[in-house]
Structure formats: structure tokens, C-alpha cells
């Protein structure tokens, strides 16, 4: 087990902006990776960002252009700038260390809830 622990969710309003943080403590052999997903009830979950080691990044069309992944290797922190939230962005936010753009261990997620 990986534990990621996340952070910064809320309440927000339509237009406004939220940092989602995950924490991972440790480091595991073959991870190179960390993504943020989202998912509503009733709703697969969907990839959102994410970025490698290196520092690739990949984004949903979605958000483009609305959130930035980054992180922080020396704090085993990636983060997830929200701007200009949407009703449509509200979920459950999930944090993935990957393998390869493929989620390996799950956090154990934060609300995001966008009210109109």
C-alpha cells in the first residue's frame, strides 16, 4: 500500500478556484506517476490529470485549460489547481499513484462540490 492522503476540497462557487493536494508517504519501486480522477454516483470514474515523473502532464478536454497538475517531489506532493469551476466539475476527487498512466493505488478521496 501506498497511503496518499488528499486534502482541499470544499464548497465552492461557479467561477471561483480550489487546490486539491495529495500527500504520498514513502516511495514505491515502479510508480512513476500520480493522476487525479473524479467520479458522481451513478458515473465511472473519469481521469481528470495527470502527470509523470518527468513531468509529462495529461489532461481530460474538459478541464483544459482550467486546471493544472503539478507536483512537489521533494514533499511527495502533487497538486491540482481548479480555476473557473463549473456545477458540472462537482464529484468525488481522487488521488492515483500510477504505473505507466494507470492507476495502481487510490486516496481515499475529497469532496468538490461547484454550487450555481
Do not use: H
Amino acid at each position: 500500500q501506498v497511503p496518499l492522503v488528499e486534502s482541499g476540497g470544499g464548497l465552492v462557487q461557479a467561477g471561483g478556484s480550489l487546490r486539491l493536494s495529495c500527500a504520498a508517504s514513502g516511495r514505491i519501486f515502479s510508480i512513476n506517476g500520480m493522476g487525479w480522477y473524479r467520479q458522481v454516483p451513478g458515473k465511472q470514474r473519469e481521469v481528470v490529470a495527470q502527470i509523470t515523473n518527468g513531468g509529462s502532464t495529461n489532461y481530460a478536454d474538459s478541464v483544459k485549460g482550467r486546471f493544472t497538475i503539478s507536483r512537489d517531489n521533494a514533499k511527495n506532493t502533487v497538486y491540482l489547481q481548479m480555476n473557473s469551476l463549473k456545477p458540472e466539475d462537482t464529484a468525488a476527487y481522487y488521488c492515483a499513484a500510477e504505473r505507466n498512466w494507470s492507476p495502481a493505488y487510490w486516496g481515499q478521496g475529497t469532496q468538490v462540490t461547484v454550487s450555481s
